[in-house]
């Protein structure tokens, strides 16, 4: 155990030793190398960062945030506010500074003492820069390191005039890049309005046309570039968007998207999808943030939305039968049991008859009355046996034929009964 602390402090008086030289080697005014940085797991998260000018608060409410400055001005400041995520021993803080021709020209140290986990700490560091290179006026480039662990990279203007940029309809807590004739020149949080220095002329100013926000909203800024000539204020606006998720195991479904936030949506899903012979999906309702049984239905988009449309499988039941008409073919839903009768004697056309034998196909028995299941599609066949029989005749046949007999009946008695003339 003695050994091992004995080594974290050979390490740390490495680092120390490090960071100590390269100071020594800025002073001295000779050539910088860059210093290697391990991608490791950070004890620090990053809450907020600025260049700013005059004095720095505890609370940050007061400070004068800007993204430029002036060619004539003679340094810059910056700022970053910490917070700890482990508990961390005494360490050094690196600021690289670099010119827009991307030469690094100036390195800062600063200690700082322990942290434990939970504690914030604000940083600063400040170059000189500016007031010492003929050529400043550009894109400054800045690289924060908490000892080993890269912290930001920040970009700043140095120009002849100064021309505040602002950006509305983008919560606080996002940010968007701000691009001067396409190249990236800092960062701007939502609701923030900042000067940018800007050299003589007209510039092409920028900022994301898309910021993602949280799973299913983002911000967009329709009109997101503007020119820049002189000192005057350009606001960019975003508009909230959120997402319409439309889902459905069965059939086509319409409606997903992007919509401005307050929009009133429709969406529909197909109402009936044959998947197989005899099988189908019929619609049944809308879960999940939308309630309702109709196939299409319309919803408010005041936040991200998803809409589940729930199908119900149904099977269908064929009944073949040359003789009769067998009611009950038709879809059921599944699991519903359907009573199937047919007569036992059917008298045809022709005086002949039809007599019942069984149902057949997917079921087979003799009974007239067919209980189905409806747990998969149904064919049942009626099959049927013909016999030739005596005409059997109605009542209303039978009636004139009686009468008829008689008729001819009492005419052949009258023949032989009545005296014949001479």
């Known amino acids: 155990m003695i050994d091992l602390l004995k080594g974290l402090r050979a390490v740390r008086s490495f680092w120390c ?9 800025a002073l001295s005014g000779s050539v910088y190398h860059p ?5 490791q797991a950070q004890p620090v998260t990053v809450t907020d960062y600025s260049f700013y000018k005059g004095n720095l608060s505890s609370t940050l409410e007061s400070v004068t945030r800007v993204n430029g400055y002036l060619r004539n001005e003679t340094s810059a400041k910056i700022f970053v506010r910490l917070q700890y995520l482990t508990d961390v021993e005494e360490v050094v803080g690196v600021a690289r500074f670099y010119s827009p021709d991307e030469t690094l020209v100036q390195l800062r140290l600063a200690k700082y003492t322990p942290r434990k986990a939970g504690d914030t700490s604000i940083w600063s560091f400040e170059t000189d820069m500016i007031g010492q290179l003929k ?4 894109i400054w480039r800045v690289e924060l390191y908490h000892g080993p662990y890269d912290l930001v990279v920040a970009r700043f203007t140095v120009g002849d005039y100064l021309a505040n940029i602002g950006v509305t309809g983008l919560p606080s807590k996002f940010v968007t890049r701000l691009l001067i004739d396409d190249n990236e ?17 007209t510039h092409k100013v920028a900022v994301d046309a898309l910021v993602e926000g949280e799973i299913g909203t983002r911000y967009y800024c329709y009109r997101n570039y503007r020119n820049v000539s002189a000192e005057t204020t350009h606001l960019f606006e975003y508009s909230t968007e959120h997402y319409l998720r439309v889902t459905s195991l069965y059939g086509e479904i319409k409606g997903s998207g992007w919509y401005q936030k307050g929009s009133n949506v429709s969406f529909s899903v197909e109402a009936t999808v044959y998947t197989a012979p005899g099988t189908r999906y019929v619609f049944s309702r809308w879960v999940d943030d939308y309630k309702g049984d109709s196939p299409r239905g319309t919803i408010i988009m005041d936040g991200a939305k998803n809409v589940t449309a729930v199908h119900r499988v149904q099977y269908q039941l064929k009944v073949i039968s040359k003789y009769a008409d067998i009611k009950g073919e038709g879809w059921y839903d599944d699991g519903v049991t359907v009573q199937l009768s047919a007569p036992s004697i059917v008298v045809l056309p022709d005086m002949t008859k039809a007599v019942f034998v069984k149902w057949s196909g997917d079921m087979v028995t003799s009974n007239t009355v067919l ?7 149904f064919t049942v066949n009626v099959d049927w046996r013909v016999e030739a029989t005596q005409p059997i005749l109605s009542r209303e046949q039978s009636i004139p034929i009686a009468i008829g007999g008689f008729v001819l009946l009492v005419a052949i008695a009258a023949f032989f009964v009545l005296p014949k003339k001479k």
């Open 35 to 39: 210093i290697v940085v391990t991608a």
């Open 371 to 377: 209980s189905v299941a409806m747990r998969k599609p």
């Open 135 to 138: 050529n400043n006026t550009g």
């Open 185 to 201: 020149a800092g960062m701007i949080r939502g609701g923030e309005r900042k000067p940018w220095a800007f050299m003589r002329g």
């Open 17 to 25: 030793m490090i960071l100590t030289l390269y100071a020594l080697s």
